[in-house]
């Protein structure tokens, strides 16, 4: 068993036609979201590499997705509200 100690988070990544100029304001085409930060991208990698992984982290509200990614949950800190972003 691998044991990741390390941050869980939502990313957010937007889409836009130019890069924005300092004090420039821009829309996005497109946004997306997704799980992120150090220690998950590792524990993420390391389970799709067919390891037995635990994530030991705080997490808010995403829980459900990393069983879908097959990282063990029993040493999660559920915390009240929203995923870091």
């Known amino acids: 068993m691998l044991n990741v100690l390390g941050n869980a ?3 957010m990544t937007f ?14 085409r ?3 979201g997704g799980l992120g930060a150090k220690g998950l991208n590792q ?5 799709r590499a067919e390891m037995d992984v635990r994530l030991i982290a705080a997490v808010g ?5 990393l069983r879908a990614e097959r990282i063990a949950t029993d ?3 559920d915390l009240p ?5």
């Open 9 to 11: 988070c939502w990313d």
């Open 81 to 85: 509200g929203e995923t870091g972003r």
């Open 75 to 77: 040493t999660l800190i």
């Open 61 to 65: 509200l995403v829980r459900d997705t």
């Open 15 to 28: 889409r836009v036609e130019i890069l924005p100029r300092p004090g420039e304001t821009l829309s996005a």
């Open 43 to 47: 524990a993420i990698a390391a389970a």
């Open 30 to 32: 497109i946004t997306y």
